[in-house]
């Protein structure tokens, strides 16, 4: 289900959401309300809120009310409500976005240090990757008390990551000609999630990992990007929210 709003003169742009991906972060805890008078058209910030506002109910500010809704995924919904309560209003999240066929980014934060992409896991137990092999050890009783030691290979999801954020950067270096150092403001990595969780990466981890408490310290003490202003964070989101619609309908499905 998507919203296009038509601005009221050519210096607009239609800012186009998917309402069922995003999760607003912003100050208050409640509904936004739809203005009754529109603002300037210059002021391109307000007209976007405006346009979601009013006719979606799935679009919240943070606090409470965001931090209770209910996600697919419960490492992307602990993900996102950790994040909720700890950054400004400067940031804004969009979740499980395609980013090209069959793949698709648990969770794009976009704010003024930057793009950020991030692979989400909530898993429990010691998590490796080694020489380029992924393993994880589960310590748990069987019914009778025995102690038991489950080693699981994994599939080595840092290269999914690698995948998801060279789509990001390709996504925006086409979308947004005018902007063409936004690819370079992509960063990210894994989440681990869960609270009973240790991992452990060597060299040949070609992504970051951390818990979400590392993603704040990183997102809040990075330095802000010259130039990345709200306006411009929030074309980003519009065209990755955009070229996530497109790779939907290619494939047959409602975005």
Request: aromatic content about 10%.
């Amino acid at each position: 289900f998507v919203l296009r709003f038509a601005p009221a003169n050519a210096a607009a742009i239609g800012l186009l959401i998917a309402a069922s991906a995003m999760a607003v972060f912003y100050g208050l805890g409640v509904y936004l309300d739809t203005l009754d008078t529109p603002p300037d058209p210059p002021n391109l910030t307000d007209r976007w809120w405006n346009t979601i506002s009013g006719r979606t109910s799935s679009v919240r500010r943070s606090g409470p009310a965001l931090s209770a809704r209910r996600y697919g995924d419960v490492g992307e919904e602990a993900f996102i409500s950790y994040l909720t309560g700890r950054l400004s209003n400067e940031y804004v999240a969009v979740r499980c976005l395609l980013v090209v066929p069959n793949l698709d980014a648990d969770v794009i934060v976009v704010g003024p240090t930057g793009i950020w992409v991030y692979e989400v896991r909530h898993w429990s137990g010691e998590i490796t990757c080694e020489r380029g092999e992924w393993r994880r050890v589960k310590t748990y009783r069987q019914s009778g008390g025995r102690l038991v030691r489950e080693l699981e290979m994994l599939k080595p999801f840092d290269k999914q990551w690698t995948k998801e954020a060279r789509a990001v950067r390709e996504n925006l270096r086409r979308q947004l000609r005018g902007y063409p150092e936004l690819p370079n403001a992509v960063g990210g990595g894994l989440v681990f999630t869960h609270r009973s969780v240790s991992f452990r990466m060597d060299g040949s981890c070609r992504a970051w990992a951390g818990k979400p408490s590392s993603c704040v310290e990183i997102l809040s003490q990075s330095p802000a990007i010259s130039g990345l202003t709200m306006e411009k964070r929030l074309r980003v989101v519009d065209a990755l929210l955009d070229w996530s619609d497109r790779l939907h309908e290619h494939q047959g499905e409602a975005p």
